[in-house]
């Protein structure tokens, strides 16, 4: 499946839905879900329908596979119906989680280290290090970046993140793919020069990376996608500036998972970030956005994430 949250304002007012794609539309799961109980229980089973695939994938995550299975369910019926779908065009997609549980970043591609000219200690090798992002700070596809007041070299990002969507403790590396729920782009935008002064203190980044998080366009089920090989490429009003996978990771994602489990309970809606792919940001090639500037990052299974840069 590819889960998105959207709002369709002539339906429900401008509140956030979870949705499945179908095509060139949208499968609302908790009404199809409700449908799908309506017609083999009642309506009366219908009542409780909501706690099984409620209306946000947070809370969907939190139902864990008992959830997802649910929610598929729920997808196949509307199909097979027909009639439960909404036009893309007709909608407006947010981030897929517009508030994730926590944002932890990772920075595991040997190219894109030494291409922002850092020394690659052997630590590195060794250790998946990571920062924590900003949880409040998330925008989803075709919303606006406000360029921040303190820096003058904004940067993107092309990145996958990994979703959690199960309670997960002390896991091995080869059970640690069952605690990802799916997958989705994260452009993860960066104030250079003062995330450069930030990490001569050893601390950090914050400034440097606490204004924006994108997400999106869809969460791609872990089914969906191959994470390592899904082609990436980043646009600049409409010109090619990276492209890659995050095929040559250190660690990969269960290895980063199981790491994480070792003494903290990772949580559904968890985000891990895959770090940037060689030469995909424009610190690795000395070019820069300015405002008024559209970024849009690619990655095949998942769709485009599309941002526009402004001054506030």
């Known amino acids: 499946m590819k889960l998105v949250t959207y709002v369709a304002p002539t339906a429900f007012g401008g509140v956030e839905r979870l949705g499945a794609l179908a095509g060139d ?27 099984l695939v409620p209306p946000s994938l947070l809370g969907l995550l939190r139902r864990e596979d008992e959830g997802m299975e649910a929610a598929r369910a729920a997808l196949d019926f509307a199909l097979e119906r027909g009639d439960l779908a909404t036009p893309l065009e007709q909608v ?10 926590t944002i932890r970043d990772f920075m595991l591609v040997e190219e894109h280290v030494r291409g922002s000219g850092l020394d690659v200690p052997q630590e590195w090798f060794e250790i998946p290090a990571y920062y924590k992002g900003n949880p409040d700070a998330v925008f989803g596809p075709d919303d606006e970046i406000r360029w921040p007041s303190y820096t003058e070299r904004l940067d993107y990002e092309l990145e996958l993140a990994a979703v959690i969507g199960r309670r997960t403790r002390r896991v091995t590396v080869e059970e640690a793919p069952a ?12 104030a250079r020069d003062i995330q450069m002064r930030e990490m001569k203190i050893m601390l950090g980044p914050g400034l440097g990376k606490d204004f924006a998080n994108s997400f999106g366009p869809c969460l791609a089920t872990a089914d969906e996608l191959e994470p390592t090989t899904a082609r990436m490429e980043a646009r600049i009003n409409g010109e090619i500036w990276s492209t890659g996978t995050v095929g040559a990771m ?41 405002p008024g500037d559209v970024v849009e990052l690619e990655a095949a299974g998942i769709g485009v994430l599309r941002n526009r840069v402004v001054r506030p």
């Open 25 to 51: 539309a949208v499968v609302d799961l908790a009404a199809a879900h409700r449908a799908r109980v309506e017609a083999t229980r009642g309506a009366g089973a219908a009542e409780v329908a909501h706690e």
């Open 92 to 101: 407006r997609l947010r981030a897929p989680l517009p508030r994730p549980n």
């Open 179 to 190: 605690a990802i729920a799916g997958y989705t782009i994260f452009n993860d935008w960066s």
């Open 250 to 290: 250190q660690f990969s994602f269960p290895e980063i998972v199981s790491h994480l489990s070792q003494e903290q309970t990772l949580l559904p809606g968890d985000v891990l970030g895959s770090g940037t792919v060689g030469r995909g940001c424009g610190l690795e090639l000395d070019r820069w956005l300015q």
